[in-house]
C-alpha cells in the first residue's frame, strides 16, 4: 500500500487541537474556527483522502475509518495529548481515534458523528436507518452510471435539504462532484466499521457531542444513541441548526467549541 503525506494546515500557538471535516468538504470548513482560537491553540486542520489537497485513497482495498486515521497519526508524536474536533464523518474518526488511543487523547467536540454502524445494529428497520440506507445506494447508483454531478446532488439535498444544491454556486458544486466518489467510500467505511456502543462506553474523557435542532432523523437518532454510549459526556442542541451547523452557523458553534476547549 502507498502511503501518500496529508495537506495540513497549521496557525495558533498553544495546546495541540486537530479539526477533522466532513465527507465533500475540506480543512477549509474550519477556516473562521482556526480564525477564533489561534490567539491560545496550535490549530491543525487536516484533508482528508481525496479532499482538498490530499490524494485520493488509491489502494485497491476499500477505505476504512483508520486509512484516513493514519493521516492524523504525525500529529500524534508528542508526549502531550491532543484535544480532537470533528464534524459529521469527521466527528466519526475523532470518536475513533479516541476509543483505539484514549491514552494520547486530551478531549473530544464532535458536531453531529455520523457513526452509522450504531444505527445498523440497535435499529436497522429504523426510518433514520433506512433513509441513510437509500441515499448512500442512490448516491452510489448515479457515480457508477457517470453522473458525478448528480450523484453529488443527492449528497447535499439529503444533508441540507431539497434545493441546496441549486442554491451552491458553481465553484463548490465542482468540488463537491470530483470528490463524490471518495464521499462513497466514506459511506462504505462508516457502514463496516467497528466501533461500538460499548467501546464507545469506555470512553473517559472530556467529550462535548452536538446536534443541530433543525438536522435529519439519521443524525438525529445517532444524538440520541449517544447520550446512552456517553453519559458522562456534554450533550447539547444547537438552535436552528441542521447537520452542516459548523458551516451554516460557524459561530455559534465556533464559540461553544472554544468555550469546550478553554474549559480544559
Known amino acids: 500500500m502507498e502511503t501518500r503525506k496529508p495537506h495540513i494546515r497549521s496557525v495558533g500557538q498553544g495546546p495541540t487541537v486537530v479539526l477533522l471535516h466532513s465527507s465533500g468538504s475540506s480543512g477549509r470548513q474550519w477556516d473562521g474556527l482556526m480564525t477564533a482560537l489561534q490567539s491560545r491553540y496550535r490549530l491543525h486542520a487536516v484533508d482528508l483522502h481525496g479532499h482538498g489537497s490530499t490524494p485520493a485513497w488509491a489502494d485497491r482495498h476499500h477505505l476504512r475509518l483508520e486509512n484516513d486515521l493514519?493521516?492524523?497519526?504525525?500529529?500524534?508524536?508528542?508526549?502531550?495529548?491532543?484535544?480532537?474536533?470533528?464534524?459529521?464523518?469527521?466527528?466519526?474518526?475523532?470518536?475513533?481515534?479516541?476509543?483505539?488511543?484514549?491514552?494520547?487523547?486530551?478531549?473530544v467536540a464532535v458536531y453531529e458523528p455520523v457513526l452509522f454502524r450504531l444505527l445498523l445494529d440497535y435499529q436497522p428497520r429504523n426510518r433514520a436507518t433506512t433513509e441513510v440506507l437509500i441515499a448512500a445506494q442512490s448516491i452510489r447508483n448515479w457515480f457508477e452510471l457517470g453522473h458525478s454531478a448528480r450523484a453529488a446532488q443527492r449528497f447535499v439535498d439529503f444533508w441540507s435539504g431539497d434545493g441546496a444544491?441549486?442554491?451552491?454556486?458553481?465553484?463548490?458544486?465542482?468540488?463537491?462532484?470530483?470528490?463524490?466518489?471518495?464521499?462513497?467510500?466514506h459511506f462504505n467505511a462508516l457502514f463496516s466499521d467497528s466501533l461500538t456502543r460499548?467501546?464507545?462506553?469506555?470512553l473517559d474523557l472530556p467529550i462535548l457531542c452536538m446536534t443541530g435542532a433543525q438536522t435529519r432523523p439519521a443524525p438525529r437518532r445517532i444524538g440520541e444513541?449517544?447520550?446512552?454510549?456517553?453519559?458522562?459526556?456534554?450533550?447539547?442542541?444547537?438552535?436552528?441548526?441542521?447537520?452542516?451547523?459548523?458551516?451554516?452557523?460557524?459561530?455559534?458553534?465556533?464559540?461553544?467549541?472554544?468555550?469546550?476547549?478553554?474549559?480544559?
Open 70 to 107: 493514519a493521516l492524523v497519526q504525525p500529529l500524534l508524536t508528542s508526549d502531550v495529548p491532543v484535544h480532537l474536533v470533528g464534524h459529521s464523518y469527521g466527528g466519526a474518526l475523532a470518536l475513533k481515534l479516541a476509543a483505539l488511543m484514549p491514552e494520547r487523547i486530551a478531549s
Open 165 to 185: 444544491w441549486e442554491r451552491l454556486p458553481p465553484v463548490p458544486q465542482q468540488l463537491i462532484a470530483a470528490r463524490i466518489g471518495s464521499v462513497i467510500g
Open 198 to 202: 460499548d467501546a464507545l462506553s469506555r
Open 225 to 264: 444513541l449517544l447520550r446512552y454510549a456517553l453519559p458522562r459526556a456534554t450533550h447539547e442542541v444547537v438552535a436552528n441548526a441542521g447537520h452542516m451547523g459548523p458551516v451554516t452557523h460557524g459561530q455559534a458553534v465556533a464559540w461553544r467549541i472554544g468555550a469546550f476547549l478553554d474549559a480544559q
